[in-house]
């Protein structure tokens, strides 16, 4: 299973790296989780060097991929090269999920059709202009796209990714993980409140 943050010049280090640290708790199930980046190197906005684990062209055949943010992504959006890549994601055979600022690369792409999306304040106003209804709450998903909005709601998404793909428990297990002693049980009600009314219904057992 390969699940890829794409993370471009200027990312934003919470969400790319909360996210990879959610999702590297699924390492014994055989997951891999890679920073996928258009360069060899890309620099974050507070100056955070991080080598390519893995292409953009990777990214797009992975299982799932995490459309990562920062302060660069108007300037992503326009860059035709990095955009015919990106135009291989496909949600009919992979998740698909945006935080923050990656809602306006999934607008560009055509994949927020009739879809509404969370972003972060900043980038709402460019989401509204691509033509999307932007929410105001942290997460929204609907069939294989998922956002979030909020550099601290990335762990909703990592923790989705995990229940589509390993089931609840999983995701539960991830987040108890991570979530700050005394306080485990009030962030994953949270996380679940946030993720549990998107994610596909049970499949009834057969009698």
């Known amino acids: ?21 959610v999702l590297n708790r699924m390492k014994t199930a055989g997951w891999r989780v890679t920073i996928a980046t258009p360069t060899p190197k890309v620099t974050s906005m507070n100056g955070v060097v991080i080598e390519q684990m893995s292409t953009l062209e990777e990214a797009c055949a992975a299982d799932a991929v995490i459309v990562g943010s920062g302060i660069a992504t108007r300037e992503v959006v326009e860059d035709q090269a990095i955009m015919n890549i990106l135009r291989g994601l496909d949600p009919s055979r992979q998740l698909i999920a945006a935080q923050c600022s990656g809602a306006l690369v999934l607008a560009r792409l055509g994949l927020l059709d009739d879809i509404p999306a969370c972003t972060d304040l900043t980038t709402k106003p460019w989401v509204v202009a691509a033509g999307v209804e932007v929410l105001d709450q942290p997460f929204y998903a609907k069939d294989n796209i998922a956002t979030a909005g909020g550099c601290l709601a990335s762990h909703y998404l990592a923790a989705w990714i995990i229940a589509r793909l390993e089931g609840n428990d999983a995701a539960e297990s991830a987040l108890h993980y991570v979530a700050p002693v005394g306080e485990k049980e009030e962030y994953i009600e949270r996380a679940w409140r946030n993720i549990t009314p998107y994610l596909p219904a049970p499949t009834p057992a057969l009698v």
Do not use: K, P, R, V
């Open 1 to 21: 299973m390969h699940i890829a943050i794409l993370t471009f010049e200027g990312y934003n280090e919470l969400d790319s790296l909360i996210a990879l640290g």
